[in-house]
Every structure is written in C-alpha cells, then in structure tokens.
C-alpha cells in the first residue's frame, strides 16, 4: 500500500481481554516502531524493529506488552490481561533506514483502544 | 536520555498571520536530527519539517520555517500566512544517530488553532 495500515481503527475491550494490534508498514521498510498516546498526550516510545529482530524493547511498560513482527513486514502488539490505564491511541511507523536520521518515520493512522 | 519541551500546551493564530511554537532539548550528542510533526484529528502524523543539527542554515518549506539554535538547544517552528487547514496538534521531536534505532522522542505537544 501507499502509506503505513493499521487495524482495527477503534477496538473497545473488557478489563482483562487480550488485544491484538496490527501494522502493515510501507513496503521496503526496515524499521518499524511503535508508539503510544495517551489523551491529550505526547507519543511515549514502546518498541523498535530491524527486520524482525526487536533490539530495543525498553518502552514496553510491563510483561503484558508484547510484539512481533514477521517476514519484515507486518507487526502486531499484543496487550494481554487488559488495564484502564492501556487505554490509549497506538501508532505504528515505518522508516526506510534506520541509520539515516534523515529518513523521516511515516505513521500510521493509529488504534484507539478503550479498556472498559 | 534526550528530552523535548514544548512549553505552550495551546496557541492560536488569526489567518494569514505569523505564528510561532517553541520547542527545546535537553541532550549530550552533538550530531542529530530535529522534527516538526503535524497531527490533525485524523490521528496520523504528518511530517512538517525537519533540521540536522550540524547545518546551520535554517530548514524553510514554504510557508513553514525554523529558528535553530543549537547552542541554545531550541528549534521553533514559524507559521507564515497560517491557514485554517494549519489547526493541529504540533509535536517537536529529536532524533538520536547515536542511540540504537534511531528513534524519535517527543514533546508535549502544542495544540494550535487557527481563528478565521
């Protein structure tokens, strides 16, 4: 596609579900991250990807996050037992070179999730 | 760790005049890239601009210009004939080429609207 897909748009979930989250970069991409914004907030840093290697993890806030990412390509986070304070949009981007700092990320269009 | 300040949570602007949002850094590395980030409602983040540290001549495209000033560890973001489709949010972000990744860290956020 054109530009970086992320699904579902919206996900409303029960305190203690598993979601899933999924990311479809831009093709040729290498590096994928993701980000989470609360309300009204800035973007906090979660997870990087370089190809389907994950060497920096250290936004992740607890062992209920978690994210994969396959065939260089398609990335799902996945939140299990589900918190309140998870609710948030998540952002998935993409970039074509990690080591060029001038090669912008490209974002997707985010994933509201509401934990009820 | 880097850090970015955005310390105006809101501004607002008459059409067609000039604005202008603040942003500092906090950081110990000499060589890195500097961003200025759009998101309207629509959620995805839209590049607007973007600097590396070792030019010295100002970022400009169209009517969207910086004010760098690495001693001073700040990169404004100057609005020029601000247009109604201006209305966003406006985060400032600093890219490391030092740390693994290459990943943005972000500002606040300002909100900025534009009145008619």
């Known amino acids: 596609g054109a530009g970086v897909s992320q699904s579902p748009s919206n996900k409303v979930t029960e305190k203690g579900k598993d979601v899933e989250l999924r990311c479809d970069p831009i093709?040729?991409?290498?590096?994928l991250y993701w980000y989470r914004q609360s309300l009204g907030q800035g973007l906090e840093f979660l997870i990087y990807?370089?190809?389907?290697?994950?060497?920096?993890k250290s936004g992740l806030p607890s062992d209920r996050f978690s994210a994969e990412r396959t065939g260089g390509s398609v990335s799902t986070l996945t939140i299990q037992r589900t918190q309140q304070e998870d609710s948030a949009v998540y952002l998935c981007?993409?970039?074509?070179?990690?080591?060029?700092?001038?090669?912008?990320?490209?974002f997707g269009n985010g994933t509201r999730l509401t934990v009820t | 760790a880097q850090t970015v300040t955005q310390s105006q949570p809101e501004m607002s602007v008459q059409e067609a005049e000039t604005v202008t949002l603040s942003c500092t850094y906090d950081?110990?590395?000499?060589?890195?890239?500097l961003f200025w980030y759009k998101q309207p409602p629509s959620r995805q983040m839209i590049l607007v601009i973007r600097?590396?540290?070792?030019?010295?001549q100002n970022a400009t495209e169209n009517r969207f210009s910086v004010n760098f000033q690495k001693a001073a560890k700040s990169f404004s973001l100057k609005i020029s004939d601000s247009q109604l489709g201006d209305a966003a949010m406006y985060f400032c972000?600093?890219?490391?080429?030092?740390?693994?990744?290459?990943?943005?860290?972000f500002g606040e956020g300002t909100q900025l609207t534009v009145n008619p």
């Open positions: 981007a993409s970039s074509l070179n990690r080591v060029d700092g001038n090669s912008p990320l490209h």
């Open positions: 093709s040729g991409h290498t590096a």
């Open positions: 990807f370089q190809g389907n290697s994950a060497p920096d």
């Open positions: 950081t110990s590395e000499s060589d890195y890239y």
């Open positions: 600097q590396e540290a070792y030019k010295q």
């Open positions: 972000a600093y890219r490391s080429l030092e740390t693994s990744g290459s990943r943005l860290t």
